[in-house]
């Protein structure tokens, strides 16, 4: 409970530097208002989806663990705050949410800007691969899964939450009609149903839990 308690904290206390920060932990008022509006969510029902998606990041874990995307670093660094002797590569595509990921920056975290499609690392890189929030952004999807599989050592572990469409008619309008032709969102979009079978093709073990249209997914791979 420590941990959570210290993560929540500091969710309350930077989700107010900026809109985007403020919906991502629906620690504002406009932001509660997006979440309530766009996916259905309560603060309680937030935290909840964000607890499930980094459930699969053991306390004092000291592995080398890949994040992508980090945006804003909002909803991570405070996790890695907690883990002072893991090894932490943050990757993201867009150079200004890299730039405001890295203001929160720990010394045990290195930034890359990069393409989660065209990943650069060896094969078998990382113990623990987290992805928050950015299937439903990535062009590729395919190749995003091939290269998180391909970098993730046997027996590790890949985690992480995104939109999945089919569980809530309202947000699926809005999905479909402000943030796709905005550009915020790229189908195809995965279902339920699709992301374990998917996910069930690739790893050895699968957990994978939805709160309203956000599926939380924990996987294990071969050995």
């Known amino acids: 409970m420590e941990r959570k308690e210290a993560i929540r904290g ?3 206390m930077t989700g107010g530097n900026n809109f985007y920060d403020g919906m991502i932990t629906c620690s504002t008022l406009s932001g509660k208002a997006v979440c309530r509006l766009v996916w259905a969510m309560n603060k309680a029902e937030c935290d909840d989806y964000l607890e499930k998606a980094l459930s699969g990041i053991p306390e004092h ?8 995307p980090v945006g804003t670093g909002v909803l991570t660094m405070p996790v890695y705050r907690t ?3 893991a090894g932490i590569t943050c990757l993201d595509y867009s150079p200004d949410m890299m730039a405001r990921a890295k203001r929160r920056a720990l010394k045990n975290v ?4 990069g393409d989660v499609g065209k990943l650069t690392f060896a094969d078998g890189s990382f113990d623990l691969v987290l992805s928050l929030n ?4 990535f062009p590729d999807k395919k190749a995003a899964y091939r290269e998180i599989f ?4 046997p027996g590790g572990t890949f985690c992480g939450c995104f939109y999945i469409k089919g569980e809530n008619r309202r947000t699926d309008w809005f999905i479909d009609k402000i943030y796709t032709p905005k550009g ?3 189908p195809p979009f995965e279902t339920a149903d699709s992301l374990r079978q998917r996910l069930e093709e690739l790893y050895a073990e699968v957990t994978l839990e939805t709160v309203e249209s956000m599926a939380c997914f ?4 071969g050995a």
Request: hydrophobic share 40%.
């Open 10 to 12: 500091a969710y309350r």
């Open 184 to 186: 915020f969102f790229t």
């Open 218 to 221: 924990r996987c294990k791979k």
């Open 83 to 85: 883990l002072p002797d």
């Open 150 to 153: 391909r970098v993730l050592k």
């Open 110 to 113: 290195t930034f890359v800007q």
């Open 134 to 137: 950015g299937f439903h952004a």
């Open 61 to 68: 874990f000291s592995g080398r663990l890949l994040e992508v």
